[in-house]
């Protein structure tokens, strides 16, 4: 009776720790219920961009981006504002040139490579869990920019980056940046690269 008990507690165990489906992310995880709890779910898994689980690409014209985010919007020069959602399209001779999410607007989560990144979460935090290193990306003042030959597209994640003072009063000069002490990410820009 005791085997049997103890077998029973290690095929629990086993299946509860294995992803359960191909993307290699565990569907009871309390993150991804709650990423597919969200009435707007975007996800950038290699070179593809999906948003609610209907794939979407940078290049598309503004009638196949209402076929996968609606028609409930307002366009204003080259920017194309959803209603109710806390993303903005840019788009460039009818086509789709880039999207921003912002996270810093609402609670929500984005799926980056298998990584959950939720608004409070700062940059080292993404860094830690994902692929990337710090010296992937090119640092500015304003966030971190991965620069995806590959794909077409640079992503950007707007996270405020301090840097050491060097001097004091209205004289100083920057030094290093303090990527040990890293802001949250406030918003996720992706848009073609253009050089």
Not at 7 to 26: D, R, Y
Not at 43 to 53: I, K, M, P, S, V
Not at 82 to 105: M, P, Q, T, V
Request: glycine share 6%; hydrophobic share 35%; charged share 25%.
């Amino acid at each position: 009776m005791k085997t049997l008990i103890l077998m029973f507690c290690l095929v629990l165990t086993i299946c509860k720790s294995t992803p359960s489906n191909n993307e290699g992310v565990n569907t009871r995880n309390p993150e991804y219920k709650a990423y597919m709890a969200q009435e707007h779910r975007f996800a950038l898994e290699g070179c593809e961009l999906t948003y609610n689980e209907k794939p979407f690409a940078l290049g598309m014209t503004l009638q196949e981006a209402e076929q996968v985010f609606g028609m409930d919007y307002n366009i204003e020069q080259d920017v194309i504002e959803y209603n109710n959602s806390h993303f903005i399209l840019w788009h460039e001779d009818n086509k789709i040139s880039g999207i921003k999410l912002f996270l810093n607007k609402v609670q929500q989560t984005t799926k980056i490579h298998n990584i959950f990144l939720k608004n409070e979460d700062r940059m080292q935090d993404f860094i830690k869990f994902s692929k990337y290193s710090f010296e992937d990306f090119s640092i500015k003042s304003e966030g971190y920019i991965l620069k995806n030959e590959e794909c077409g597209f640079k992503l950007q994640l707007d996270s405020p980056v301090a840097y050491e003072r060097i001097g004091s009063g209205h004289i100083y000069t920057r030094g290093d940046w303090l990527l040990d002490k890293t802001k949250p990410v406030e918003a996720i820009s992706i848009y073609k690269i253009t050089e």
